[in-house]
């Protein structure tokens, strides 16, 4: 929302004097201090600007300011130069009303730069574009070179303009500039040859002399020393915070935007060197014949060179300065000039040549930035001219500048007071008639045609005979002696015969702006302006196009015999010109004031501002404006600014703002006498008014302050709350979500955990297949491979020189191999399994192969051996075997039996016919037969007896006879004892109880005990229902003699006592077999 704003908020003092209260000049001049005081430059008279130079920059000309300023009402911000711009601006455009902006105040007050603020301005707020911004550039271009020829430092201002300057600016239908046109008045020529103390000459001299390059000053035939002219006041040629070098290079440039061409810059710039070099011209007198001093050129070089610049024969110059030619009704009359006269020729050229320049620069500028249609164009002039002047000494240039003022002052009061009247007739307001000083009389005093000054001045002038500035002021006594605002020594008027501070060569106006004093000296000569005809033609004549323009008048085919137009004319003219052109536009005021002499910011010297307020007519500006309303204000804002002070239009009115500033002003009980309600605004008659209302509005706000201020606050606490219910709600959601999304997490987690754990396996479980798959189909590609590999190897290999250290390696390993079997068959062993021989191994490596290979062949000598065997053969080895079994190593008698066959029946039994009977008892196949020795019990005496042994018994006969002496049957025969020795002894235990046993064991002895004890044992072994005969060796033994028993001690016995086994009886219970040792 835009914040509407006011001038009257955060004033500083008041904004606008015209509410000033009480008003005095005393109260006007606090105002105006208090707001310097606080940089405040600026402060208005109703729509008039009052501008105070501050002499340093301030930060409000920024682009934002002008962004701030751009279309606002005129009183919405504080006071500002903008404001007044962009209104004027805004009218010309919006309203398609010409305007004019006049500036005005004293030199040095700010006027120079208060235009440029404004064109600025416009050129910021207007539109823009390639050909918009070109003519802008030109027409804010055109001051610095204007400038440069018509500004030079006086003692009041650094850069003070020596002319008046009037600037139509032309606008199109749409706001955007078309160009311009620029109006001069009066240039202060005389400085050109005569500067006061302290002051320069133009610009432009220095700058050239210090800015130009040396070529061109080479060219222009000049010197860069400011002391070598006679023109160019040296105490204060250099002036700080000026740089000439820098502006010189600022103005060409700015030249050149312009437009103007580079050869006219330069005819530009040599008559400027002309001019230079024209003040170096002095003169000496000699003496004529007829006894008058007659003028000549003393030294002819700077003559030489000017003429040579500005192409004019140098003969026809030197003699313009020497004689004078009058020319009257065909008459030709050359006088001669002394030197006093050559030198007023002199300067009087200068002076004519420097002005005419300008006014040439002036044309050629209006003719570059001219606008180039020739539609209907708006218009904006600008008017920067010289303030009212009152100084010790006022001559002819003051009479002017101050005749101008009284006109603009008079145009103001005119213009201010119609409008003021327009505007009631506009809003309806009973017009009351208001009492203010009208100068018209006084640009009477000065203007009339009949006996005005300036009339009479010209008269003066024209009048042949003697004319002198005396005469001159005698004619202004007689004239204007009963002139209320004319005062003079010698008026008649006697009142002022005895005012000493009036000297008698001067004349007082009473200006509108206090009385000025003018001396009479000059007047004459100023306002006749001449130039000697003789040089305006000898100017015509030079060969240079610049300076052949400026002096039409030299031309010979075109003399004109009549006087030129006096400078005092021609002035009051060009003002006629200029009022009646501001009178067409609507005038919009900048009332510039110089708050000190020094040129210094901060000063703010009482008595000369009272003296510009005075003299600028400012307090009777404000009493215009207040004579009727002092205050208006549309209904709109008025409405909008002070609504709160009733509650019918607190905080809103519905309805026209008219009626609603009604209720208020009724509400507030406003005197009616107060106020007037116009069509479209409310005039309010007296400043204290305003200020009530400014006061109620200001307490009505500090409530409204605090209402507001309560209401926020309760509007923060709720929406605080509010907020943070909702932060809680929300934070209470976002924990909800939170908690649930890790619950959820974890779940899933969990899940894809089972999940990962079930698919890994599942997917381990694919994978292991899918290996062992792909692990087959590998090791089948593999095998494959490699066999075909082997394949191609085996194919290729030959053909590899890599292969043949294995090949041949494996070669001589089968060779060794192949001759090792080789050698092995030839040189085998018998197969006898007794044999013990097998050939050396030819190679360690072998080793291994060698053992195994006689293991073998000796298992399968062995066998061979044993495949050759017949029943009986196998039966005897088993026999054998098992006779091993039972006694290796453990009976010394063993070994000795090994080679003995088992025969068996070593009695032939069957054969022999001595044992038929035998033979015949036992009916049985008799297993053994064999002669045993039968041990005597009772003294161990052995007793031969035939052993017969059957599968079902074994039989003990008589030897002789063959008569059977027991029979036992096996079965009863439970155990054999033997023992360890090399005796044949053996004893037969048999089962006790049986019938066998009744007479005892029997303890025997036999050759072939191992033979015996053999086929027992098998017998024994081979029959299913007997027990296992059991065979005990031990060298002491127990056996059963009827009812004793005995035991059988083997001992051993040295050979000596006999080769034969011995036995004896020792006692009843021992029978000792003593068994020799083998040797
Ligand atoms: N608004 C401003 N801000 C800052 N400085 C300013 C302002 N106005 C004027 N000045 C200063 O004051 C000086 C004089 O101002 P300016 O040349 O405008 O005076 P003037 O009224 O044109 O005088 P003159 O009648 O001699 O031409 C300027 O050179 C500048 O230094
Ligand atoms: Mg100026």
């Given at each position: 929302m835009e914040v509407k704003t006011s001038l009257?908020?955060?004033?500083?003092?008041?904004?606008?004097?015209?509410?000033?209260?009480?008003?005095?000049e005393d109260s006007f001049l606090g105002n105006l201090k208090k707001r310097f005081d606080h940089s405040e430059i600026y402060t208005y008279i109703g729509s008039v600007v009052i501008s105070m130079n501050p002499y340093r920059s301030l930060p409000i000309y920024t682009p934002e300011k002008v962004e701030e300023y751009r279309?606002?009402?005129?009183?919405?911000?504080?006071?500002h130069i903008y404001a007044l711009a962009d209104e004027a601006y805004r009218s010309l455009r919006d309203q398609d009303k010409d305007q004019c902006i006049l500036i005005t105040g004293?030199?040095?007050?700010g006027k120079t730069e208060a235009s440029k603020l404004v064109m600025s301005y416009v050129a910021a707020v207007c539109g823009k574009g390639h050909e918009v911004n070109k003519v802008k550039e030109q027409l804010l271009q055109s001051n610095p070179v204007l400038e440069a020829f018509g500004n030079a430092k006086t003692v009041r201002n650094d850069?003070?303009?020596r002319f008046g300057k009037y600037m139509d600016i032309e606008f199109d239908f749409k706001g955007d500039p078309l160009g311009g046109v620029i109006s001069n008045y009066?240039?202060?020529?005389s400085r050109v040859v005569k500067q006061p103390r302290g002051e320069r000459n133009f610009h432009v001299f220095y700058q050239l002399l210090s800015g130009a390059s040396d070529d061109t000053l080479r060219k222009l035939k000049?010197?860069?020393?400011?002391?070598?002219?006679?023109?160019?006041?040296?105490?204060?040629?250099a002036v700080s915070g000026l740089d000439d070098a820098a502006n010189f290079r600022t103005v060409r440039n700015a030249m050149q935007i312009v437009g103007f061409m580079e050869d006219e810059v330069q005819s530009v710039l040599e008559l400027v060197a002309a001019v230079l070099k024209l003040g170096n011209i002095e003169f000496k007198p000699e003496s004529r014949c007829n006894g008058t001093d007659e003028s000549r050129v003393k030294d002819k070089n700077d003559l030489k060179e000017m003429c040579e610049l500005l192409g004019i024969e140098q003969s026809v110059l030197e003699r313009a300065f020497s004689y004078r030619t009058v020319e009257a009704k065909m008459e030709k009359v050359s006088t001669t000039l002394n030197v006093a006269q050559a030198y007023y020729a002199r300067d009087a050229l200068a002076k004519n040549l420097y002005s005419r320049l300008f006014s040439w620069l002036v044309t050629r500028i209006n003719e570059s930035i001219?606008?180039?249609?020739k539609a209907r164009h708006k218009v904006m002039g600008v008017l920067d001219i010289y303030g009212f002047e009152i100084f010790e000494d006022n001559s002819f240039e003051q009479f002017i500048i101050n005749y101008c003022n009284e006109k603009l002052q008079q145009i103001f009061i005119e213009l201010t007071l119609r409008e003021e009247q327009e505007e009631y007739v506009r809003e309806g307001i009973e017009w009351t008639n208001i009492e203010y000083f009208n100068n018209a009389i006084i640009c009477d005093l000065i203007?009339?045609?009949?006996?005005g000054i300036l009339a009479m001045l010209d008269e003066e002038c024209l009048r042949p005979g003697t004319v002198t500035d005396e005469t001159f002021l005698d004619k202004l006594n007689t004239i204007c002696?009963?002139?209320?605002?004319f005062e003079s020594?010698?008026?008649?008027?006697?009142?002022?015969?005895?005012?000493?501070?009036?000297?008698?060569?001067c004349f007082r106006i009473q200006h509108y702006a206090g009385k000025v004093l003018y001396r009479v000296e000059g007047f004459v000569d100023k306002n006749n302006d001449l130039l000697y005809r003789d040089l305006s033609q000898a100017m015509y004549k030079a060969n240079h196009s610049l300076i052949k323009q400026l002096f039409p008048e030299g031309n010979p085919a075109k003399v004109n015999l009549k006087r030129p137009l006096t400078a005092g004319f021609q002035f009051r003219a060009s003002v006629g010109t200029l009022m009646r052109n501001l009178q067409t536009k609507n005038p919009n005021y900048i009332r510039c004031i110089k708050p000190?002499?020094?040129?210094?910011?901060?000063?703010?010297t009482d008595s000369l501002v009272r003296h510009q307020v005075r003299y600028l007519g400012l307090m009777e500006n404000v009493r215009v404006r207040r004579a009727g309303y002092a205050f208006r204000q549309p209904y709109e804002p008025c409405l909008e600014r002070y609504?709160?002070?009733c509650k019918r239009t607190w905080?809103?009115?519905?309805?026209p703002a008219r009626e609603g500033v009604e209720v208020l002003m009724a509400d507030l009980q406003?005197?009616?006498?107060e106020i007037s309600y116009g069509r479209s605004k409310i005039f309010i008659r007296n400043p204290r008014t305003l200020f009530f209302l400014e006061e109620k509005r200001k307490q009505c706000l500090q409530d409204l302050a605090t209402l507001i201020q309560k209401i926020y606050r309760g509007w923060k606490c709720r929406t605080h709350f509010l907020l943070m219910k909702k932060s809680q709600i929300v934070v209470a959601a976002w924990y909800r979500r939170y908690a649930q999304q890790k619950k959820y997490r974890n779940i899933k987690s969990a899940t894809t955990m089972v999940q990962s754990y079930t698919r890994g396996w599942q997917a381990r479980k694919l994978l292991r297949e899918l290996k062992h798959q792909k692990r087959c189909e590998e090791a089948v590609t593999t095998i494959a491979a490699f066999w075909h590999g082997t394949q191609v190897r085996r194919e290729y290999r030959k053909f590899f020189r890599a292969n043949a250290g294995k090949k041949i390696y494996d070669f001589t390993i089968q060779r060794i191999i192949q001759k090792y079997f080789l050698g092995l068959k030839s040189s085998m062993p018998s197969?006898?399994?007794?044999?013990?021989k097998w050939p050396a191994r030819p190679?360690?490596?072998?080793d291994g192969v060698h053992t195994e290979l006689r293991k073998i062949f000796h298992h399968w000598r062995c066998k061979k051996y044993r495949d050759q065997f017949t029943e009986e053969k196998k039966a005897v080895y088993e026999e054998k075997l098992e006779a091993s079994e039972i006694f290796k190593d453990k009976k010394a008698l063993y070994p000795n039996s090994?080679?003995?066959?088992?025969?068996?029946?070593y009695l032939e039994i069957s054969k022999n016919p001595k044992y038929q009977k035998l033979n015949s008892a036992?009916?049985?196949?008799?297993?053994l037969a064999d002669v045993v020795n039968k041990i005597n019990?009772?003294?161990?005496k052995g007793t031969p007896r035939i052993f017969l042994l059957t599968k079902k018994n074994f039989v003990l006969a008589d030897?002789?006879?063959?008569?059977?002496?027991a029979s036992i049957p096996?079965?009863?025969?439970?155990s054999v004892s033997v023992s360890?020795?090399?005796?044949?002894f053996f004893a037969l235990k048999l089962k006790e109880g049986?019938?066998?046993a009744v007479k005892g064991d029997f303890l025997l002895s036999s050759e072939h005990l191992i033979e015996i004890i053999t086929k027992l044992h098998r017998i024994g072994a081979t029959a299913a229902d007997r027990e296992k005969l059991k065979v005990d060796i031990s060298d002491e033994f127990l056996v059963q003699f009827k009812q004793d028993k005995v035991c059988v001690k083997f001992i051993q016995s040295s050979p000596k006592n006999g080769n034969s086994v011995s036995c004896k009886?020792?006692?009843?219970?021992l029978l000792e077999v003593s068994v020799p040792t083998s040797p």
């Open positions: 009257l908020d955060n004033m500083i003092g008041v904004g606008d004097m015209v509410l000033l209260e009480p008003l005095s279309n606002r009402n005129f009183y919405e911000l504080s006071p004293e030199s040095g007050a850069n003070s303009s009066l240039l202060e020529k000049l010197d860069r020393d400011f002391s070598k002219y006679n023109y160019l006041s040296l105490d204060s040629a001219q606008a180039q249609t203007e009339n045609n009949q006996n002696a009963d002139h209320q605002h020594r010698l008026n008649k008027n006697s009142k002022f015969l005895n005012d000493h501070s009036l000297p008698h060569n000190n002499d020094k040129k210094a910011s901060h000063i703010f609504k709160m002070l905080p809103h009115w519905k309805g406003i005197p009616t006498e197969m006898s399994p007794i044999d013990r190679y360690g490596f072998l090994v080679s003995q066959p088992f025969k068996g029946d036992v009916d049985e196949k008799v297993l019990r009772a003294n161990g030897q002789k006879t063959g008569q059977v002496k096996l079965p009863d025969v439970t360890t020795q090399k005796d044949g049986s019938a066998s009886r020792k006692n009843n219970r």
